[in-house]
């Protein structure tokens, strides 16, 4: 009962370095979505997935990059790291679009910062 | 543009007080509505819903009635327990399209024994 795996848990970047996050889930979800939370803030949708190969951008997008290639993976790539980028980062995925059904599956967050 | 706006926490309770988390939204049309909740360290998992007008979410005690009149979807539950300790956070999905969710800011509920 995997649901949807975040790699790595725990992550420190030095500014101008790069990465990239990895989610995988394994529910045939074809919806899927990375979200920041920062205190005070909420969860800001980042960009989202709606089937393999296609991207699309949330309300906080810049500095980040995002691809699709298999239907189960997710990647989000940080090219310079900023210490604005400082923050939980979780993703989701959900069968239906926003989650009507069943609602959104969240993985368990990565915890970034950068210094 | 859709917005989802949560009372401010942290809401303090001692165990078996009755739990109200206020949330109001603005959207147009007819939105889907949701409560989910955060456990300490963990991701969000989805607490209940509710799809059209007067509907009723309902869940582990928990409910909450979209008032369409009032544009409201407050959580509400009898007698807290020390489990229930969380972060709780409202969120809706907009009646159009490749609608994502949006969420509030979250309100933070601690119950002490």
């Known amino acids: ?115 | 543009g859709n917005s989802v706006t949560q009372m401010e926490g942290p809401v303090t309770l001692s165990e078996e007080a009755f739990l109200t988390i206020n949330c109001t939204y603005t959207a147009t049309g007819y939105p889907s509505l949701f409560w989910y909740v955060q456990y300490p360290g963990e991701g969000l998992q989805l607490l209940l819903k509710a799809t059209k007008a007067d509907d009723k979410g309902s869940n582990k005690g928990f409910e909450a009635t979209y008032r369409k009149e009032t544009t409201s979807f407050h959580l509400e539950k009898g007698s807290v327990q020390v489990s229930d300790s969380a972060v709780y956070f409202c969120a809706l999905r907009a009646d159009s399209g490749y609608s994502t969710l949006t969420f509030g800011k979250g309100t933070m509920l601690l119950v002490s024994p």
């Open chain 1, 1 to 115: 009962n995997a649901g949807v795996t975040q790699t790595p848990k725990f992550r420190v970047l030095k500014t101008g370095q790069s990465m990239t996050l990895l989610c995988a889930q394994d529910m045939n979800h074809e919806y899927m979505y990375w979200y920041r939370q920062d205190p005070g803030m909420g969860l800001r949708l980042i960009h989202y997935s709606v089937g393999e190969g296609t991207t699309a951008k949330g309300e906080v997008p810049d500095g980040y990059n995002v691809s699709r290639l298999k239907k189960q993976n997710f990647l989000l790539g940080l090219e310079s790291a900023a210490p604005s980028q400082t923050s939980v980062y979780f993703c989701a995925s959900s069968y239906l679009t926003g989650g009507l059904l069943g609602g959104y599956t969240f993985g368990s967050g990565t915890r970034l910062t950068v210094v």
